[in-house]
């Protein structure tokens, strides 16, 4: 600073030299002589009593910005000696590259882990939504406010299926951010993403809305996603999404980049969403969702066409598990899901969006399709099953016992749909999820699997008994698979 006031010296000193040589200072305008060597130049300067700039979002930014708060975690983790990154780093950064990347380890030892995030307060008694990835496995928790206090956050509860965790600070009165209507968010609207990146402190970074809606990304289980191309960078997570208004409209979670920084492709779940997550997370402690027993595949054109659907719409039920609410009320394999509750189904992902965010027990009206007729099939909804109750399921002949990968018994219609002659026997792999090792072994979505060891599998009964034999062998599962009529092996 002292630098620069130096330069404005010499230069009002050149000045008062000039005068004095000829040159005239008049109401804002320096005229030279008639001896001098430039030509004439005028300054128009702005009316001093003028307001700030018309076209801006600081109206917004002053309401919103001391809401939103720095997080900061740490826990006791095992790592291969040799690793020396001390340096704080964001949970979702880490999810894609790892702490142990561009190093070299031996023998674990433990060290503290420290990481960095963003946070919501979302009441005035101290409530904070951030998210799960964020304190996820964390032993503390702090959290620091816009007014550069740092107050110790205690973990309400958080759902990892949508990423959502509610955390919960000691002091009143705080500066909270009131909750929009992100169904009401629309493409092109103006977005503000207001959060920590690199442990900067509030930094706000502006954008427009770029969809809405956005699933199947395999970055979590349920996602309902805001795209947006405000700036997003390692340390927003967790942060704000606010509307032009000044709304929160979305908590701030992942990046699509290929260099680990923002390439104007970010996603924020969206705040509706979220509050429901939060609405069952203080009156329970945890969430519960709705289940109906069904697995899906998405209507493509040539299924539409091979089922005698005039438009490609709705969700395939590509299996029915044994004993659920869908079984029960009379789902069956092959049916066409096309509406719930009256309301359109647009794809898959929003079918099984909308019914694990209704509660157990609630009773839905589907709308299917069934041999080129439209019916009418009420199910009550039964609660999601754990993880150990699923596999369970699965194990029973219910799903695929692959995991990550769903799979359905190969009927002559969708034989046809595939190109693949009618008396084609298998199992079509209807789901796989990116991040499973059969998808990292080269097993795609629409792969044929005709063998499991050399077994031939013709449904997915004979499927699900030959990979329990291979896992009680110890054993990789072996697959013979048909890929648009050429076959190959694949070892999982």
Not at 25 to 47: K, R, W
Not at 72 to 91: A, H, N, Y
Not at 135 to 146: E, F, K, Q, Y
Not at 192 to 203: D, S
Request: proline residues 5%.
């Amino acid at each position: 600073m002292s630098n620069v006031w130096t330069r404005s010296r010499r230069a009002f000193a050149l000045l008062i030299t000039s005068a004095a040589l000829g040159a005239l200072v008049v109401a804002g305008a320096v005229v030279h002589s008639s001896t001098g060597a430039n030509p004439p130049a005028s300054f128009q300067f702005a009316d001093p009593h003028e307001g700030p700039s018309r076209n801006s979002f600081a109206p917004v930014v002053k309401k919103t910005l001391p809401a939103v708060v720095n997080i900061s975690t740490s826990k006791i983790v095992k790592t291969p000696t040799g690793f020396s990154g001390e340096m704080p780093m964001d949970p979702f950064f880490r999810r894609f590259f790892g702490d142990e990347f561009g190093n070299s380890f031996n023998a674990p030892r433990e060290r503290r882990e420290r990481s960095l995030g963003s946070g919501v307060i979302v009441s005035r008694e101290g409530y904070i939504l951030t998210n799960n990835h964020v304190i996820d496995g964390a032993t503390d928790i702090r959290v620091t406010l816009s007014d550069k206090r740092e107050l110790k956050a205690r973990l309400i509860g958080a759902d990892a299926k949508t990423d959502i965790a509610v955390l919960k600070v000691d002091a009143a009165n705080l500066p909270f951010m009131v909750l929009g209507d992100s169904s009401k968010a629309q493409v092109g609207d103006f977005v503000l993403a207001i959060g920590n990146p690199f442990g900067l402190g509030g930094t706000v970074t502006m954008g427009i809305i770029s969809a809405t809606g956005r699933g199947n990304l395999g970055i979590e289980d349920y996602e309902d996603f805001i795209q947006t191309d405000a700036p997003i960078n390692p340390g927003n997570s967790g942060g704000a999404l606010v509307n032009d208004r000044g709304e929160l409209i979305g908590i701030n979670t992942a990046i699509l980049s290929r260099s680990g920084g923002n390439q104007g492709v970010g996603f924020a779940v969206p705040i509706n969403l979220a509050r429901t997550v939060t609405d069952q997370i203080l009156k329970t402690g945890h969430v519960t969702r709705g289940y109906l027993g069904i697995m899906l595949q998405p209507v493509t054109p040539a299924i539409a066409k091979a089922f005698g659907l005039k438009e490609a719409q709705g969700a395939l039920v590509a299996d029915v598990e044994p004993n659920s609410p869908a079984q029960r009320s009379g789902v069956e394999k092959g049916d066409i899901i096309l509406a719930v509750n009256g309301k359109a189904v647009t794809d898959v992902n929003q079918l099984r969006l909308s019914i694990s965010m209704m509660a157990p027990g609630s009773a839905v009206d589907l709308k299917v399709f069934r041999n080129g007729a439209d019916r009418e099939i009420r199910a009550e909804l039964g609660e999601m099953p754990s993880k150990q109750e699923r596999a369970s399921l699965e194990n029973n002949g219910s799903g695929g016992a692959l995991d990550g990968v769903d799979v359905q018994d190969l009927t002559p219609e969708t034989a046809g749909a595939l190109h693949l002659p009618p008396q084609t026997r298998g199992v079509v792999v209807t789901r796989i999820d990116p991040a499973s090792e059969a998808a990292g072994s080269g097993l795609q979505e629409g792969d044929v699997i005709q063998e499991v060891n050399h077994q031939p599998v013709r449904n997915s009964t004979d499927f699900n008994r030959a990979l329990r034999q291979s896992a009680q062998a110890g054993k990789p599962s072996l697959l013979l698979v048909d890929r648009q009529g050429t076959t190959l092996f694949i070892a999982v």
